[in-house]
């Protein structure tokens, strides 16, 4: 079989362009820190979003808290705001100190620390923050436009009969690989619009049956997530009163996660933890087609400008944004022309074409990407279960991958100036994306396959 050009150009002629491909084609661990990032004033002005944009967000997210308290009781404590613990994790660091190699290893002073968006309330993963922010959004412009609404009303209304029978005329649709559809299924079904999710056929059965049990349509498309998208827009395009969302293009989804960090930013300061120069800040982002893990790092940069270093991890059988960022042609490729079959256990990340907006919105904000195989995927799931007693699904796990690739890379560390003293004082963040939805058994499941692979 003569061997597919990709882009007008053999796979040999890419390779011989961008070495690193060889080695993602390989499916081997490959870390890339980008050499053109830019500071984060003339980084961010790539964005076409500011932090306004964000603080309206946040304050749609206020207004909405109320309806959230009312809908979801589990989020009274926190008064119907959405947010997830930060929590250290220092026998996970003794042990990944123990197994970096002798020279990497984490200085003591060092911390790492656990965002655990595995525990958010309603879908417990990441997609709770962009995915209901898009639906809240979607439902307060129907309302404000009919005149059922004011912005300066008591939100919690939106719960009443009335609401319900006026979102029933409405439906919201989304293509997703499980996650995405879960948010917003079911945050679409609470307020009583029709939900339709597009699934491709391999994402997990749970996800499909808790769908269906909030009474969401659930349409299940033999082909891939890239193809169950296309096919949920083309349906949705057809019908005026539905609302399609869009995973790889959206920046209502993106503005939902860059919320997320001037919370993190308060989390921060209560734990009396400083970012600044002599104190940097890494954070690991495990990254599917990239709206969450963009998201969060616009959010982060807007904060913590250059004192913050935010680092993509993906699978190496779905290196997506990797390729799209390392070769410039963003959603021009996707990792199946390169012949990498986009099938891992990590399926929150399972994209094979990245978000081009994300991608290039965000290229010279993010410092670098990394990716970690199944099997290692397997072992920190079953290490961090072992140390913290936390369970993390493998899309999450990917995170606490990447202190290894930071420490070693000495070129990277020199040129963004991370002394030894500053390295010394950092804080590293894994941000653990999903998990606590997963059903026992499945959980089960992930840890034993990490206890056995430990062994391999
Ligand atoms: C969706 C998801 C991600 C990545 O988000 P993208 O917006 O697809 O990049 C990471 N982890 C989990 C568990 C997810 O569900």
């Known amino acids: 079989m003569k061997p597919q050009l990709i882009l007008n150009q053999s796979l040999a002629n890419w390779i011989t362009q961008f070495p690193l491909i060889q080695s993602l084609t390989d499916y081997a661990e490959t870390s890339w820190f980008n050499p053109a990032i830019k500071t984060s004033p003339e980084g961010l002005s790539h964005v076409g979003l500011n932090k306004l944009d964000i603080d309206e967000a946040a304050a749609r997210l206020e207004r909405f808290a109320p309806l959230i308290q009312v809908l979801f009781p589990e989020t009274a404590a926190s008064k119907g705001i959405i947010e997830s613990p930060l929590v250290p994790i220092s026998h996970m660091q003794a042990y990944l100190d123990k197994n970096l190699k002798k020279d990497l290893s984490l200085n003591i002073s060092s911390k790492l620390l656990l965002k655990q968006d595995s525990e958010l309330p309603i879908s417990g993963s990441i997609k709770a923050r962009g995915g209901i922010y898009e639906v809240l959004f979607h439902a307060e412009r129907l309302a404000l436009e009919a005149k059922l609404l004011k912005e300066s009303d008591n939100y919690a209304i939106l719960a009443s009969a009335p609401f319900k029978t006026f979102f029933a005329q409405h439906s919201i649709a989304v293509g997703s690989t499980g996650n995405l559809g879960l948010s917003i299924g079911i945050m679409s079904a609470k307020l009583g619009f029709k939900a339709i999710v597009h699934m491709s056929t391999e994402?997990?059965?749970?996800?499909?049956?808790?769908?269906?049990?909030?009474?969401?349509?659930?349409?299940?498309?033999?082909?891939?997530?890239?193809?169950?998208?296309?096919?949920?827009?083309?349906?949705?395009?057809?019908?005026?009163?539905?609302?399609?969302?869009?995973?790889?293009?959206?920046?209502?989804?993106?503005?939902?996660?860059?919320?997320?960090?001037?919370?993190?930013?308060?989390?921060?300061?209560?734990?009396?933890?400083?970012?600044?120069?002599?104190?940097?800040?890494?954070?690991?982002?495990?990254?599917?087609?990239?709206?969450?893990?963009?998201?969060?790092?616009?959010?982060?940069?807007?904060?913590?400008?250059?004192?913050?270093?935010?680092?993509?991890?993906?699978?190496?059988?779905?290196?997506?944004?990797?390729?799209?960022?390392?070769?410039?042609?963003?959603?021009?490729?996707?990792?199946?022309?390169?012949?990498?079959?986009?099938?891992?256990?990590?399926?929150?990340?399972?994209?094979?074409?990245?978000?081009?907006?994300?991608?290039?919105?965000?290229?010279?904000?993010?410092?670098?990407?990394?990716?970690?195989?199944?099997?290692?995927?397997?072992?920190?799931?079953?290490?961090?279960?072992?140390?913290?007693?936390?369970?993390?699904?493998?899309?999450?796990?990917?995170?606490?991958?990447?202190?290894?690739?930071?420490?070693?890379?000495?070129?990277?560390?020199?040129?963004?100036?991370?002394?030894?003293?500053?390295?010394?004082?950092?804080?590293?963040?894994?941000?653990?994306?999903?998990?606590?939805?997963?059903?026992?058994?499945?959980?089960?499941?992930?840890?034993?396959?990490?206890?056995?692979?430990?062994?391999?």
């Open 203 to 456: 994402a997990r059965q749970w996800k499909k049956d808790k769908l269906r049990e909030q009474g969401v349509t659930v349409v299940e498309h033999t082909s891939d997530y890239s193809a169950a998208v296309a096919a949920g827009r083309a349906e949705a395009a057809q019908d005026p009163n539905c609302h399609f969302i869009d995973d790889e293009n959206s920046t209502r989804l993106f503005l939902g996660y860059a919320v997320a960090a001037r919370r993190l930013r308060q989390q921060l300061e209560a734990m009396h933890i400083v970012v600044d120069a002599e104190h940097p800040l890494f954070v690991y982002l495990p990254c599917g087609v990239g709206g969450g893990p963009g998201g969060v790092a616009f959010g982060l940069k807007t904060e913590f400008a250059d004192h913050v270093h935010c680092i993509f991890a993906e699978p190496t059988h779905s290196p997506a944004m990797f390729l799209g960022v390392y070769t410039g042609k963003h959603d021009e490729i996707s990792v199946q022309d390169f012949g990498i079959d986009n099938v891992t256990i990590a399926d929150g990340l399972a994209c094979g074409r990245p978000s081009g907006f994300v991608g290039k919105a965000m290229q010279y904000l993010i410092d670098g990407y990394y990716t970690v195989s199944d099997q290692h995927l397997s072992q920190l799931l079953y290490a961090l279960h072992q140390q913290e007693g936390i369970f993390i699904e493998p899309s999450s796990a990917a995170s606490l991958g990447g202190l290894a690739h930071v420490l070693s890379d000495t070129s990277y560390v020199e040129r963004m100036g991370l002394t030894p003293e500053r390295l010394a004082q950092a804080t590293h963040i894994a941000w653990a994306t999903g998990g606590s939805m997963v059903p026992h058994l499945d959980k089960e499941s992930y840890i034993q396959q990490g206890k056995v692979s430990r062994t391999l």
